[in-house]
């Protein structure tokens, strides 16, 4: 895999991520610290008009997810389970200036959502990460709660992500910068996968699995769904396209993981310069029911071809 | 080019296409029509739960814009425009079901967000073009309102593209079909461009011009803004790539024109099979001010270089 940055910018880490015993939130960008002014435009927040620092110095955990609706229910749900002694009506959208995200803060708990597809939550993921290092955020672990199309497996399936694909099946996510390709790893942090696929044993009548998870750019005519407005293959082709996919020890397709996967572990997002990744079907939400649906329908679709 | 479709697919086409005079909005999918139920799943409609010709048969003009509160704000604008005698009150997201996009309708002017990027876009075009096919509307017009970078331009003007181009500048769409590439002609309509143009010269103080429009998946490394929190190339070379862009005749950055240029081309959403595109620079309105920022930051440094 290229490197994303040449040999000689290595030096541009900052200082604060050689503090012993934490690993600090890092960006890749020699320019940033030399600005006087770093507005996160999308997030509706800035060095200058407020103290990130103060605001967010004690996150350490973040949980991204496409919907807004959904990330506001999952605030209100840690709000519970944390038993916060703030009240449920003190849980404010933070990027309420704009509507391109929300983000809600539950004690060291950050819940934002990312809206659809790799460059949506690319500009999400650049000014968190830039909001994580400005705070001085250390020791930070990042979970996506998504919704996606399973593949082989019954309908409300949890799939623990271990390895981030692209559509040709490569654990790899191939980013433009200006006019040149740059393939970046996707690698993902397996032992903390393993941890959380154990918690999952002490929860009855909630199916989870660790799988691989295909990330495309296209919900119609990459995935192999039959019902686009535009749909160019036969209905055997897309299922040979699937079963390949199972073969490939792929669990479920969304359209993130690929460069969640890539941009965290760049930034020390988790631990040594890794990052965690899951992806949770919700299930019972009505906010989400798109998502179940489209995870029954492949499902069965897949289960009942697979046989 | 490749074409999208074998040649033994181009039976598939609706004969609701061959009425005289009329151009009808059509799928290229040969499995649609033999569906017991469309769903359209993140517009929260679907065939059998709602009366879609007598709810939008007789749209003709579609706006679609990435953010939710400005196509709002740009339906009240068109109420006040149409002159229609219901209440502003009586304005509401059709798609409120779900917060995935939201809809309005004015009259015949249909007014929809997108999100952020091409996947974004291309679920919501995939379900408002089977939406506007199962209405059986004819003769629509669809116009993108997006906020942009401008390269060499001052802040603030209007760029109506004339070709969407990707980030090799090529006016191309490379469409991820399961794991093939196909590529996609990003062709627009340029006598509708010129007409909007002209119409452009009766409003004093607004700034216009046609140019192609750059369409990228990445906001940050992808367009040459050194504040992302990665950033592996030099100032210089960030510029140099902006200057070879305004060379081949670009004059502003994006992340949907392509998709959206390719797909509303394939399904008739303007008269011979062509869709037009423009990008209208928003402005003086509160809820887009980081494509404001944006545009005015990216203007000038580039001017500046540019002289």
């Known amino acids: 895999m290229a490197s994303v940055l040449p040999a000689s910018n290595t030096s541009m880490r900052s200082d604060r991520n050689t503090y012993v015993g934490k690993s600090f939130v890092h960006v890749k960008n020699p320019y940033l610290d030399s600005m006087d002014e770093d507005v996160l435009y999308h ?9 990130l620092p103060e605001m967010f110095g004690d996150v350490k955990f973040v949980c991204v997810g496409g919907s807004p609706n959904r990330m506001k229910a999952f605030a209100l749900f840690m709000h519970k389970e944390l038993r916060l002694t703030d ?5 404010k959208d933070i990027c309420a200036g704009t509507d391109r995200y929300c983000m809600y803060k539950i004690g060291p708990v950050l819940s934002i959502s990312h809206g659809m597809g790799i460059p949506s939550i690319s500009i999400m993921l650049h000014e968190l990460i830039k909001l994580l290092y400005h705070a001085r955020c250390s020791d ?3 979970i996506r709660i998504g919704t996606s199309g399973g593949i082989g497996i019954a309908p409300g399936s949890v799939v623990i992500t271990d390895e981030a694909v692209d559509s040709f099946f490569k654990p790899r996510f191939e980013q433009v910068i200006l006019d040149n390709i740059v393939t970046r790893s996707t690698e993902l942090d397996k032992e903390l996968a393993e941890e959380i696929f154990n918690c999952s044993k002490e929860i009855s009548n909630f199916p989870t699995l660790i799988g691989h998870t295909m990330c495309t750019y296209d919900f119609y005519e990459g995935q192999g769904r039959l ?9 055997e082709k897309g299922l040979d396209y699937l079963k ?3 073969n490939a020890g792929i669990r479920n397709i969304e359209m993130e993981s690929t460069v969640f996967a890539a941009m965290c572990r760049l930034c020390g997002l988790k631990g040594t310069d890794t990052c965690i990744m899951m ?11 798109d998502g179940i649906e489209t995870t ?4 069965v679709l897949s289960l009942k071809q697979m046989a």
């Open 140 to 142: 930070v672990t990042i």
């Open 244 to 246: 390949r996919a199972y």
């Open 87 to 91: 009240s449920e009506e003190d849980i």
């Open 227 to 235: 019902d686009g407005a535009l749909c160019s293959f036969s209905r």
């Open 296 to 299: 029954k329908e492949t499902a």
């Open 43 to 51: 997030l509706d927040l800035g060095t200058k008009t407020h103290n």
């Open 279 to 289: 992806e949770l079907v919700f299930l019972l939400q009505e906010s989400c029911r």
